[in-house]
């Protein structure tokens, strides 16, 4: 009979934990970001600093415990035309999944435009965290799509590879 309990007990906290973990991975934490928040900027072509662009239907997540959560849509008036030849864009870069219940961003549709060129995608800002990268990726009919892709010196920090002399310093971790 302790046999049988303590074998209840086993299945019954397994079964505990892993739905904790599949909340916690799929919904605990992510946090909307406000429409007060929201701005989608792009790199000028030949510049280093994001330039604000118009948008509208802004929605996004993001989640402090990394810094390649970040998911946005939004809907722009610009043309692809335009923003080609303005803006600096970035080739053979695909969309990072979103939480299934995120249903704006469809990171197997994004990359389907992409791959037929009917979307494009833009530097959207070097850097926004130490060796990350936020992307944009806007489609014929001005839909927009935002993620953070690790750049260089972010796969090679996160690998543990050697960073080299072209990446800035990394941030100094904070010890407990």
Same mark, same amino acid.
């Given at each position: 009979?302790?046999?049988?309990?303590?074998?209840?007990?086993?299945?019954?906290?397994?079964?505990?934990? %892993?739905?904790?973990?599949?909340?916690?991975?799929?919904?605990?934490?992510?946090?909307?970001?406000?429409?007060? !928040?929201?701005?989608?900027?792009?790199?000028?072509?030949?510049?280093?600093?994001?330039?604000?662009? *118009?948008?509208?239907?802004? !929605?996004?997540?993001?989640?402090?415990?990394?810094?390649?959560?970040?998911?946005?849509?939004?809907?722009?008036?610009?043309?692809?035309?335009?923003?080609?030849?303005?803006?600096?864009?970035? !080739?053979?870069?695909? *969309?990072?999944?979103? *939480?299934?219940?995120?249903?704006?961003?469809?990171?197997?549709?994004?990359?389907?435009?992409?791959?037929? %060129?009917?979307?494009?995608?833009?530097?959207?800002?070097?850097?926004?965290?130490?060796?990350?990268?936020?992307?944009?990726?806007?489609?014929?009919?001005?839909?927009?799509?935002?993620?953070?892709?690790?750049?260089?010196?972010?796969?090679?920090?996160?690998? %543990?590879?050697?960073?080299?002399? !072209?990446?800035?310093?990394?941030?100094?971790?904070?010890?407990?």
């Amino acid at each position: 009979m302790t046999g049988k309990i303590l074998a209840l007990a086993i299945m019954i906290s397994a079964l505990v934990a %892993g739905a904790a973990l599949y909340y916690l991975q799929v919904y605990g934490y992510y946090e909307e970001v406000s429409a007060s !928040e929201a701005e989608i900027t792009l790199v000028a072509l030949g510049g280093t600093d994001p330039e604000e662009i *118009p948008f509208d239907s802004f !929605e996004a997540i993001d989640a402090d415990s990394s810094p390649i959560r970040y998911r946005a849509c939004f809907t722009t008036p610009l043309s692809l035309a335009m923003l080609t030849e303005t803006y600096e864009m970035v !080739e053979n870069v695909s *969309p990072r999944n979103a *939480p299934g219940w995120f249903e704006c961003f469809n990171a197997e549709a994004i990359g389907q435009a992409l791959d037929a %060129g009917t979307a494009l995608t833009f530097l959207g800002a070097k850097n926004v965290h130490y060796g990350v990268d936020r992307i944009v990726a806007i489609t014929e009919d001005g839909r927009g799509f935002v993620w953070h892709e690790l750049n260089d010196c972010g796969e090679k920090a996160y690998d %543990g590879t050697v960073v080299g002399e !072209e990446c800035p310093p990394a941030p100094a971790r904070a010890t407990q």
